[in-house]
Structures are given as structure tokens and as C-alpha cells.
């Protein structure tokens, strides 16, 4: 695959930010986890526009690649971006927080499309992908299977038995991407349970490991545009993140995982989300 | 018609099931059979052998194992997992609710060595509480057989709910009360004998035991009607709520925790809709002994004289 050209990468820019403002719109409604959201919206958004087989008006596709957010909490980013592709109406963004609502805190697959399975509960989602991903490999069907995992969700044993069966079973049509942000709920992943090497860890289990900026759309895309990285094994791709990402006076803050934003300043924030979008334009010039 | 007069014939649950296995793995190719180190022991090894693209051996590590198991069930195939019961439902249990039940995929999780029947293992492996755990995840169905054709029946039956199935696999040879090819069906029961003075219901193996123990009684005298509650989710609460309004009495009997286990379910369908009176025998409130599984029978009361005994009395207080 030919690299991302400038205007591409602008486009992947523009849209991820667009994003980030629909989060924050949707959180005059009410706290939320913006912090991973976030830091993995820039790798969601270059998956849903130039990765991922997928098509919108066929959520259900039998053919079509999946991706499951492990580290459910990280969702409103994926709601935005799945509005955004057009799975659902934006109106249901604005129901975040009420009675029924088809986008809660933590993803539901029965009542919004596009979403492959519920997480929440971290640790379980890369166990269901290996799952999916095997299935695959026995109906010889070519579709591939992607997951975000947290870095402080790693901490949780079930990824580790994951890990090890996709490695044992050579699944590679499975990728891991771990969002590296850095920080947990309680504090720094450092502080609270230090889940690193990654790269390391992973490769011990028998994964083709790389490492990425996982802010740098250019990047992103080279990687996962090459999946498997090695035939026969899975792959992670170690992505460096900033918690709260482009809510600049929230950034590497671990009080910002679950935010409560104050309604009356909730357009400040998306003013600065803006203002960061342009600030990311200009680095691609 | 469910009563065999013919001389007693013992099956092996395991081996039942592990042919059922392979007759539901014939006839429908989404079928697959996941094992945590446990193909071999647990009713898995034909299936393996005939299907061996279809079996996936994710060792011991059955939190990984039931999560990927609802991922090849969301994808379309039908597993079968099995490990012995501590490990397959504790062991797992977050993954059975969020991944397995409230997704309601058709994962068919088979428990081994349930009850008593592994009693020198000891308490880490002798689980009594399955039943009150399991039944407690909304979308889940729970078959607990009494003989070898109705764990062959539960088996395929098993295959096409649209749901999850916990499927409780006693260790012990069971005689056989049905005839081959019997059906099951969630949500029913059925009256193995009938009776007017008393009601017993009892599950899994034990119900040979009570079928035995209705013999005893009636040459003291008691007239006790049998239910075997083979699905105890969902229950039959027509017959049992039909049998108890004609006895007025009602005694369960079981291998588990009388807490939440038959006993419970018996008592929430009869505080609400019977006036009859309940008594339960089973476990008490505790871990299990050690003993093989004939001692355990005795030391606990379930054997087929001693359930004989304590119907009486307690038929006659």
C-alpha cells in the first residue's frame, strides 16, 4: 500500500477532530471516559476510513473485518467516528447519558450498529477476537479482526491467555493494537501496575510486535496497512498515545480518564479542540 | 413409558456424552468442541478424533477459553466447552455472564463431575453451589440429567437452543430410567411415578435414588409421586405447582446446596403460588467432605434407604 498522501492524512485530521468535538458535545449530557477516548480516536479513525472492509449500510456483512474495542470505556470516540461513517443517525449521539439510550457508557451490540460485541468488563475482548479470528481460518474466510486494548486493561490475566492462544494457534489474522497512553483510572500505569514491556511480552507469546506513534496518522496507517506483520503469527502494534489527546489542558492526566465537564464550558473545550486540529494541519504542511 | 422393567442397564455419562457429541457434530457442521486440557477426560476425545479442524485446545486457562468461545459462537459456530465444573463456571464466570449469556450466543458449557461425584478430589474440585450460580445469569438454560439417555438427548438438544446451555455432567455410572432416544425440552419435567401422599423432586443422579426410595415407601406404606426436574432452567412450574397442590407436601432431593439449587427454586415457586409444604434434603450450608462417592451418599442421607427413612419422617411430622 502506497503511503497516506498529504491531503489524505488532512482529511483522517479533520474528521478525527471532528470527532473529539461530538464527544465533548455529547458530554453536556454528562461525564464520560474522554481520556482514552481520546487517545484512541486517531488510530479508530484512520481503521474505520482506510483499513477496515466494512460498509455501514451492512453492519452485519459476513465478510466484513471486526474490530472490538477491549477497553470499552474508550467508546465515545468510536460512536463519533461510527456516526461519522454513517451506521447511524448523529441525532443518537445526543441521547448519551439518558434513559435507554442506544450509545451508553460502555458499547451494547444489540442496540447500535456497527458495534461487534459489548465490552466493558476489560480483559475479555481479545479472548472473543482470537475466537472470531479462528473461526475465520475454518470457514477459509479471509476477513481479518482488529482490537484496542488499554495499556492499564493489560494488566487483566485473561489478555495474557488470549495472547498465548493466538500465539499457540498462529492466528494471524488477528491484530492487537495497544493504546499506550499511559495512564489508568487511580494514576500512572507505572504507578499503579507497571504492565510494560509490551513489546517485549507480546513477542514472548509468540506476536510480531511493532511500535508506532499512535498520534501520527501517516504512521498508523503504514502499519496497519501491512497486517499480518509476519505470516503465521499475530500481530501487536504498540501505539504511544496521550491521554485526553487535543483537550490540551487535560493531557497526560489521569484525572481527565473519567471526566465530568462542567456544561457551561463545554464549548471553551471544543474551541480548544479546534484550535488543536489546526495546530495538527500545520505539522502535515 | 419412561420406566424400564427390563434388567438394569448402567451408563457412563461421559462416554454418553461423548457420542452425543459426535452424532450432533455429524449433523451440523457449526458445531466445535473446546477443551482446557480436559478432550481426553471429559467426554471429548471421539469428537476430537472425527473432527480434529473443529476441536481448539486453548489449555488451561478457561477465562481465554470461554471468551474465544463466544467469539466463534458470534461468528456463527455452535461450541461445546467442557472443563471440570469449578474451572468452567468460576473460574470464568464474568465471561459466561458479559460474553457468553447477555450476548445469548449458543455456547453450550459442559460441567463435569458435578454433585458428590469426584468426592476425593475434595472441596476445590466437589462443587455444590453450580446450580444456584449458574441459574442466576438471565438467557441460560441448565439441563441436569438423571441417566444416559437423557444426557444423549440434552446433548442434541443443546445444539439447537438458541442461547446458553449449562450442561451439568455427573461422574458416577447412572442406571438407566429412560429408553434410547428420549427427548428433553427446556422447561419441562416429567412424573417418573405417581403418587398422592407426597411429592419428591430430585435432579441428576439422585433420581434413580428417589425412584428407589418411592419403592421402599410404598411398602411403608407412602404413596409418593416422582418428579425428575431435569431442566432446572427454565423449571416446570405446571407440574410441579400441579403435583404439589395434590400431595400438599413437597420434598426435593438433591447433590447441592439446598441453597439456590433445587431446593430454592422449588421453595420460589411454591411461596408464590402453593400452599403446600416444602422440605428439602441436600446439602447444608458447607463445603463438601472428602469420601468416595458411596460414603458421601451415605454420610449426606442420599442414598435410596436413607432418603427412604427421612421421606417418612418427614412425611409424617
Known amino acids: 500500500m502506497p503511503a497516506l498522501s498529504k491531503q489524505e492524512i488532512k482529511d483522517l485530521i479533520e474528521r478525527s477532530y471532528k470527532a473529539r468535538a461530538n464527544v465533548l458535545e455529547m458530554m453536556k449530557k ?32 459476513e465478510d466484513r473485518d471486526r474490530f472490538i474495542l477491549s477497553a470499552g470505556h474508550k467508546v465515545m470516540g468510536l460512536y463519533a467516528t461510527l456516526a461519522d461513517q454513517g451506521y447511524f443517525e448523529e441525532e443518537i449521539l445526543w441521547t448519551y447519558n439518558t434513559l435507554n439510550t442506544r450509545v451508553p457508557m460502555h458499547p451494547d451490540e444489540k442496540v447500535l450498529p456497527g458495534i461487534e460485541f459489548p465490552t466493558g468488563s476489560l480483559g475479555h475482548g481479545l479472548a472473543v477476537a482470537n475466537g472470531m479470528a479462528l473461526s475465520a481460518r475454518l470457514d477459509n474466510k479471509d476477513f481479518r479482526v ?5 495499556d492499564g486493561e493489560c494488566a487483566e490475566g485473561s489478555v495474557w491467555e488470549a495472547a498465548m492462544s493466538a500465539g499457540h494457534h498462529g492466528v494471524d489474522n488477528l491484530t492487537a493494537i495497544v493504546d499506550r497512553n499511559g495512564f489508568q483510572v487511580n494514576g500512572a500505569t507505572t504507578d499503579i501496575m507497571d504492565t510494560s514491556p509490551f513489546e517485549d511480552k507480546f513477542a514472548a507469546f509468540g506476536w510480531e510486535v511493532t511500535t508506532i506513534d499512535g498520534h501520527d496518522m501517516g504512521q498508523i496507517y503504514d502499519v496497519l496497512s501491512k497486517v499480518p506483520l509476519k505470516k503465521g503469527k499475530p500481530s501487536a502494534v504498540i501505539a504511544d498515545t496521550t491521554k485526553c489527546k487535543g483537550l490540551t489542558f487535560g493531557e497526560d492526566k489521569f484525572e481527565f480518564h473519567h471526566w465530568h465537564c462542567p456544561a457551561d464550558e463545554i464549548d471553551d473545550a471544543i474551541d480548544i479542540i479546534n484550535e488543536q486540529k489546526e495546530a495538527e494541519h500545520e505539522k502535515v504542511k | 413409558m419412561k420406566k424400564s422393567n427390563k434388567k438394569i442397564i448402567y451408563d457412563d455419562p461421559r462416554k454418553v456424552v461423548a457420542s452425543a457429541l459426535v452424532e450432533a457434530g455429524e449433523a451440523d457442521p457449526d458445531i466445535v468442541f473446546i477443551s482446557c486440557d480436559s478432550s481426553l477426560g471429559a467426554s471429548g476425545d471421539p469428537f476430537r478424533q472425527k473432527f480434529p479442524a473443529r476441536h481448539f485446545e486453548f489449555g488451561i486457562a478457561e477465562a481465554g477459553a470461554m471468551g474465544q468461545a463466544a467469539g466463534l459462537s458470534i461468528s456463527g459456530k455452535k461450541p461445546f466447552i467442557t472443563a471440570y465444573m469449578p474451572f468452567i463456571t468460576y473460574r470464568c464466570f464474568e465471561q459466561i455472564r458479559d460474553d457468553v449469556a447477555k450476548t445469548n450466543l449458543n455456547v453450550n458449557i459442559m460441567g463435569n463431575n458435578c454433585g458428590l461425584s469426584v468426592g476425593t478430589l475434595g472441596p476445590t474440585h466437589v462443587v455444590l453451589e453450580d446450580v444456584a450460580v449458574m441459574r442466576a445469569i438471565p438467557n441460560m438454560t441448565i439441563f441436569s440429567p438423571a441417566d444416559g439417555p437423557q444426557y444423549n438427548a440434552a446433548i442434541l438438544k443443546a445444539a439447537q437452543i438458541d442461547g446458553p446451555v449449562f450442561l451439568r455432567v455427573h461422574r458416577q455410572k447412572t442406571p438407566r430410567i429412560y429408553k434410547e432416544g428420549c427427548k428433553v425440552e427446556p422447561g419441562k419435567a416429567d412424573v417418573l411415578k405417581e403418587g398422592s401422599d407426597v411429592t419428591l423432586i430430585s435432579t441428576s443422579s439422585l433420581v434413580s435414588n428417589t425412584l428407589e426410595a418411592a419403592e421402599m415407601l410404598k411398602g411403608m406404606g407412602i404413596d409418593a409421586e416422582v418428579i425428575n426436574a431435569y ?13 404439589a397442590s395434590k400431595t400438599k407436601k413437597v420434598i426435593t432431593i438433591e447433590e447441592h446446596t439446598i441453597m439456590g439449587g433445587l431446593g430454592g427454586i422449588t421453595a420460589e415457586l411454591l411461596a408464590k403460588e402453593c400452599t403446600a409444604t416444602l422440605d428439602m434434603i441436600g446439602i447444608e450450608d458447607q463445603f463438601a467432605v472428602v469420601g468416595d462417592y458411596g460414603d458421601l451418599l451415605d454420610y449426606y442421607g442420599l442414598t435410596a434407604e436413607k432418603l427412604a427413612d427421612r421421606v417418612k419422617k418427614l412425611t409424617e411430622k
Open chain 1, 146 to 150: 482488529f482490537v484496542i486494548l488499554g
Open chain 1, 30 to 61: 454528562g461525564e464520560g471516559h474522554i481520556g482514552g477516548a481520546f487517545s484512541a480516536l486517531d488510530i479508530i479513525t484512520v481503521l474505520y476510513n482506510k483499513i477496515l472492509r466494512h460498509d455501514p449500510k451492512r453492519p452485519k456483512w
Open chain 2, 231 to 243: 431442566s432446572l432452567k427454565p423449571i416446570d412450574k405446571d407440574t410441579i405447582l400441579g403435583s
